[in-house]
């Protein structure tokens, strides 16, 4: 097991005392709301920190990757809808191996025809045709699913499997888009490489909001299955109602009037349930971000670790001892992508729905590559670090900036324009916060707050 | 011979009109992002901000304005307004090079660095107009809103189909003339143009010749200022201004930037008109179109659109992708890369 520095676990003291202050504060429920959305990010974090803080390969799609593990979250726990499949299966598999056929042919052309007139003319052809024809039975088929029960279904539906393994799938997914998008676009230089993989996120964004037979699109999925037990169901059971009794048997006690007194453990069961449900969420996503951790941290000692920081610190010394860059770089990107596709798979878990328009770049990129500069790109500590103290302040933003307006026109009287203007904004002032952090960090420690460790071995 | 009239109209009203407005909109942006890119060398994430920024500060003037009841008769207040705009976004430019770029350009930092800090930037600049106008659609076009109205045009003309002309679109194209020529006479003719080509080209070179780089990158912000603060109204003015609107048209100016070769001006603004166009004809229903043209039997039956117009930001991704893969460094060649 990797040893912590000092610095590295006052930081670790930090996170653990914010939300116990949280806790006392503003109650246990606020705290582990916080906590939960905290881990998630912790997991997205450390996807980016892989391909960035390793390899240096940028990755701005992270939301695209997201969105991707959301698609898995549905495909794998929704029940199947058997109507969908049965007026528009057929057509889609029809549409999907011909869209094969396609690509096959289109290969097979580029490969065997030599002159480049003859090539270019032939498959141009070819595609045109081939996607007239796909287009005919795909919009068909398309069209039947969505007009299936649109107010409730209109799309295929899933597998009905427990939505705890849509994690892993979603892991796939992020890397099945990433291995496609860093086959086309690796080549590029980095900034080049951010904006390419920006718009390609926006497309795969796109793409899910507007293919409604396979996302439902913008009208969003809603009622996914939770792996956790709601709290309807504990309220009820008896072990639940039990365990409260005896963790508060000293306040009970203290009531003598027996009605009083069911009143009393009444309200503390239903806090209790809520309370319990986002426990047994944060054990859940906590074990998930320890396993990967571990294997981060594992990844990053090892030699293929020394192998990625050499292709990062100098690519044509790495090339020149006969590292293949470009290998790696495809290798390092689908991991971490697989990773925040594993995050996003979570994300709709937590919430139990699945909104395509909800992802945004602001929100779903950039946020989460502050985290990666604040909490220091390089270092896995630092990545969990930087999604729970950023996460946390952009939360806690609202709060701190109202009682910050409040106290500066403390003078002003209460329904003076500017001080109404300034409290309906509130809400703006974490973007405020964002800007200035990032920018403050990039300044005065812009290796993050905990950087790389220097290893000389 | 009518039928092809008409089908040419429509052309006219739904393509390549609205094409050459929109394009010039993403033209003049691009404009900027190549600036950046070929005097500063990074990716300047801010630019839709600044556009936005700019925007905002000529619809304060306009609402004072008009509260004033100072207006231009036909033409939108907004023109008027439109000085002030600039000044202040160039004043943006010049602090947000002082007090954040100036610093990593001392310590050459490499570019992923400074297109980070730029985001930075964005947030900050995001929040103060959030701050200020907040984040709901403003229609700010006042005067007279078309030229030509479709009806008009019918009576005039005697055809099926009308052409409508807006006042905006005029505007945009004007301007645009304008402001192109004289950034390319400005380039390749008065002196410190020269030096900022000589700058972008060989940065070693030139400071050895005696080229002062802090004019060269002040001047250059001073052009990136205008350029964004009249490309951010133009599109409010055409549509609607709307804050979250700039950062979504963040990508297409990049892709347009990059899709002309970045770095070269005239590329990015050939590159925004292919962005412009191939957004709009290839989300168009051309069903009409072939209406007119076609024999009865022919006509089509579906609306012959190749793409819904839900995916009218993906294609210029598309685009992107398609060119940087067959011609990485753009239609006419990018300095860099």
Aim: overall charge positive; some cysteine.
């Amino acid at each position: 097991m990797m040893k912590f520095e000092r610095y590295e676990w006052v930081a670790i003291t930090i996170m653990i005392s914010l939300f116990i202050f949280v806790g006392f504060i503003q109650g246990w429920s606020v705290s582990l709301v916080i906590l939960n959305m905290c881990i998630i990010s912790a997991i997205m974090t450390m996807g980016v920190n892989i391909s960035w803080g390793y390899a240096g390969v940028i990755n701005f799609g992270v939301m695209g990757f997201l969105a991707m593990g959301g698609l898995a979250a549905v495909i794998v726990s929704y029940p199947p809808i058997t109507e969908s499949w049965q007026v528009g299966g057929k057509g889609l598999g029809i549409s999907f191996i011909l869209l094969i056929l396609l690509v096959i042919s289109v290969m097979f052309i580029s490969k065997n025809i030599k002159q480049k007139r003859n090539r270019y003319l032939l498959n141009s052809t070819i595609i045109i045709f081939g996607i007239i024809i796909i287009r005919h039975f795909y919009l068909n088929a398309t069209n039947n699913i969505e007009n299936v029960n649109p107010a409730i279904a209109g799309f295929l539906g899933g597998l009905g499997l427990p939505i705890i393994f849509s994690w892993i799938v979603g892991g796939f997914f992020a890397a099945g888009v990433a291995f496609i998008i860093g086959k086309v676009a690796l080549g590029l230089r980095s900034d080049y490489l951010a904006i390419v993989t920006l718009g390609i996120s926006e497309i795969v964004v796109s793409v899910l909001k507007h293919e409604e037979w396979l996302s439902r699109g913008v009208k969003n999925v809603i009622g996914l299955k939770r792996p956790v037990p709601y709290e309807i169901n504990l309220q009820t059971s008896d072990w639940f109602i039990n365990l409260i009794t005896y963790l508060n048997s000293y306040k009970l006690n203290k009531v003598s009037n027996i009605n009083e007194r069911q009143e009393i453990l009444n309200n503390l069961i239903i806090d209790g349930s809520g309370i319990f449900v986002k426990l047994s969420y944060a054990v859940l996503f906590l074990i998930v971000m320890f396993i990967i951790f571990y294997f981060a941290n594992k990844a990053q000692l090892s030699p293929w670790g020394r192998m990625m920081r050499a292709i990062r610190d100098n690519e044509t010394a790495a090339n020149a001892m006969g590292k293949d860059v470009v290998k790696q770089h495809l290798i390092i990107f689908v991991i971490g992508a697989a990773i925040v596709g594993v995050a996003g798979a979570m994300l709709v878990t937590l919430d139990g729905l699945f909104t395509p328009s909800g992802y945004r770049p602001l929100r779903f990129t950039f946020i989460i590559w502050i985290m990666v500069i604040v909490g220091g790109s390089g270092n896995n500590l630092g990545a969990i670090f930087g999604g729970f103290v950023i996460w946390f302040a952009w939360i806690e933003a609202a709060p701190l900036t109202t009682f910050i307006i409040n106290q500066l026109t403390l003078g002003l009287e209460p329904n003076n324009a500017l001080k109404l203007h300034l409290l309906d904004s509130v809400p703006y002032f974490r973007y405020l916060f964002m800007g200035l952090i990032l920018l403050l960090i990039l300044r005065y420690r812009p290796k993050g707050i905990i950087p790389e460790r220097v290893r000389h071995s | 011979m009518i039928d092809f009239l008409n089908s040419i109209v429509v052309l006219l009203n739904f393509i390549i009109i609205p094409g050459i407005s929109y394009g010039s909109q993403l033209a003049l942006g691009a404009l900027g992002v190549t600036f950046v890119y070929a005097i500063l060398r990074f990716a300047n994430f801010a630019h839709g901000e600044i556009m936005s920024f700019g925007a905002m500060i000529t619809i304060l003037f306009t609402w004072f304005f008009q509260s004033q009841n100072i207006n231009l008769g036909i033409l939108p207040t907004a023109l008027l307004a439109l000085p002030l705009g600039i000044l202040a976004s160039i004043i943006l430019c010049i602090i947000s090079d002082k007090f954040v770029f100036q610093y990593y350009r001392y310590q050459k930092s490499v570019p992923v660095v400074l297109a980070m800090v730029s985001i930075g930037v964005m947030f900050v600049i995001n929040a103060i107009i959030r701050i200020v106008i907040g984040t709901e659609t403003i229609k700010f076009s006042d005067g007279q809103k078309f030229l030509m109205k479709a009806k008009q045009f019918k009576v005039m003309t005697g055809l099926n189909e009308g052409l409508a002309l807006k006042s905006s679109q005029v505007i945009t194209i004007l301007i645009t003339i304008a402001l192109l020529t004289f950034t390319f006479w400005f380039l390749q003719k008065t002196k410190t143009g020269k030096s900022m080509r000589a700058f972008s080209d060989n940065e070693d070179l030139a400071l050895l010749s005696g080229i002062n780089p802090d004019r060269v990158v002040f001047t250059t912000w001073i052009i990136v200022g205008i350029l964004a603060c009249v490309a951010g109204t133009l599109y409010g003015l055409d549509k609607s201004y709307k804050p979250i609107i700039y950062l979504n048209l963040v990508l297409p100016i990049f892709a347009s930037a990059i899709v002309g070769g970045i770095g070269n001006p005239f590329g990015a603004v050939i590159g925004g008109y292919v962005i412009a166009f191939s957004e709009i004809m290839v989300t168009y229903a051309y069903k009409k179109f072939f209406v007119y043209l076609l024999p009865g039997p022919l006509e089509p039956s579906g609306l012959v659109q190749l793409l819904s117009t839900d995916y009218k930001f993906a294609v210029s991704f598309s685009i992107l992708v398609i060119v940087l893969l067959i011609r990485p460094s753009g239609i006419f060649k990018g300095k860099v890369l």
